[in-house]
């Protein structure tokens, strides 16, 4: 037996240490941990459970029959995360420079299906060339496996990838497919073909940092939701995301001791937010001053910058906060910002996350390229995704809602479950210009003094159909508060509804826009 356990220990090691002595110090030269440090960081100390250490792959041509290391690239198993049980892989550039073959799959496979059948969260360290070239359609076909299972997975547990160096092709569906997709600057890239391929077949010359690279999808693309300067920082607070979300869809999200006093009044809120419906300000100040702490978690932070959409506590309770941004296009709709919160809504209801939508919307973006690009279906993706939410929504109109970019912001007519506004609050088909200019067009185009009669005019409009109380006569609005009560309102209202109970009509699945 002290035979074989000498043995045993001298293969771990062999595993753990990888085929090339050298590899190490060459991660560590392009300023990349390796794959087993990046674990240690992520889970608790001590708590990895690695799968499948000593598997190896059996193809063979082009070498392979002679190369066939310990793990084949990828480190596998189950941990925790502050306690709670978490899977992981992470793929270990230090071998075939992480590029995916048939074995190397399999082990993926297996623990995504652990995952799901123990209801656990699923996290994936990437860091490799994409397909194993030299085993052909088996690769292929492995990254089918994960693209299933990703699939079957979705709203099931979360499923967060972590871009810690190069993606390309079949590899960076695989993290699109996930709910969440974090990227480390400088290091990580993702892309369907790479630089020579686009050179060869476009004429443009073009560098990995600008194809894929982290402020390419932060900014312009939408894939990355979280981008950080470092891998340390990184996975901190992918370790914090998790602290958010709940295992799996068949759990509330962890409630943590409100220390921060559910009725604390938020007298700043008054200052903070200009009556004046045309001066900006930021709407993160005024989620700080609601939730616990001022304390939020912003996703999608540099795309679409006109919503915001972040993770919070409020009585130590997880919301899903959705929010125009008046600092920011006046707070607009348009086909990201449409995109980008309908994602969220539907995040946030899959797992059991509920909503709270605060608004400062003058509609739309009006133009021909939001037009030609779609506006209509990608609104209609927001609209759909609230009408199908079945967690708690409560809406606020903190100043003005017009037009459908109100209806489709959680109105009371869609569905949400309480809505509140402001006393400065104006929900309207539009603004009273606009509508003064459109109702009576042919009496102050025939006027004497169109701008007297013009003016006129929109004060009517603003005292009949634009002051607080409008929308509460109808019952559209619950309840108009002064909004130094707004957290103390939030917060008891969501207590109500923790326990809310709401069916969607019996069916395969939805039909949403596209």
Known sequence: MSVRLAELELVREAAVAGPDPDATSRQ?????????????????????NEVETLRRHRATGFGLENNSPYTDGVVTGWGTVLGRTVFVYAADFRVFGGALGEAYAQKIHKVMDMAVAAGAPLVSLNDGGGARIQEGVSALAGYGGIFRRSSLASGVIPQISVMLGPCAGGASYAPALTDFVFMVRD??????????????VTGREVSHEELGGVDVHSVDSGVCHFAY??????????????????????????????????????????????????????????IEEVVDHGDYLEVHER??????????????????????????????????????????????????????????????????????????RHGAKLLYAYCNATVPRIQLVVRKAYGG????????????????????????VMGAQGAANVIFRREIAEAEDPEAVRERRVREYESELMHPY?????????????????????????????????????????????
């Open 470 to 514: 409008h929308a509460a006569e109808r019952g559209l609005v619950d309840d108009v508060i002064p909004p130094g009560a707004t957290r103390a309102v939030l917060a008891e209202s969501l207590r109500m509804l923790r326990a809310k109970d709401a069916d969607l009509p019996s069916r395969k699945h939805g039909n949403p826009p596209n």
């Open 303 to 376: 795309w679409a910058p006109n919503v915001l959409c972040a993770f919070a506590r409020i009585a130590g309770e997880v919301v899903g906060v959705v929010a125009n941004q008046p600092n920011h296009l006046a707070g607009v709709l348009d086909v990201s910002a449409s995109e980008k919160a309908a994602r969220f809504v539907q995040t946030c209801d899959a797992f059991n996350i509920p909503l709270v939508t605060l608004l400062d919307v003058p509609g739309f973006l009006p133009g021909v390229d939001q037009e030609h690009g779609g506006i209509i």
């Open 187 to 200: 290091t990580a890239r993702m892309f369907i073909t790479g630089p020579d391929v686009v050179t060869a």
């Open 405 to 428: 970019a109100y209806i489709v912001m959680d109105s009371r007519s869609i569905g949400c479950d309480l809505s509140y506004a402001w006393p400065t609050n104006e929900i309207a």
């Open 229 to 286: 300067d470092d891998e340390e920082s990184c996975l901190e607070e992918v370790r914090y995301l998790l602290s958010l979300l709940p295992s799996n869809n068949r759990e509330l999200p962890p409630a943590v001791t409100a220390e921060d006093p559910p009725d604390r009044p938020c007298a700043g809120l008054e200052e903070k937010v200009p009556v004046d419906g045309n001066k900006p300000y930021d709407m993160r100040e005024v």
């Open 28 to 48: 560590h030269g392009r300023g990349k941990l390796t794959a087993r440090e990046r674990i240690d960081l992520l889970l608790d100390e001590g708590s990895f």
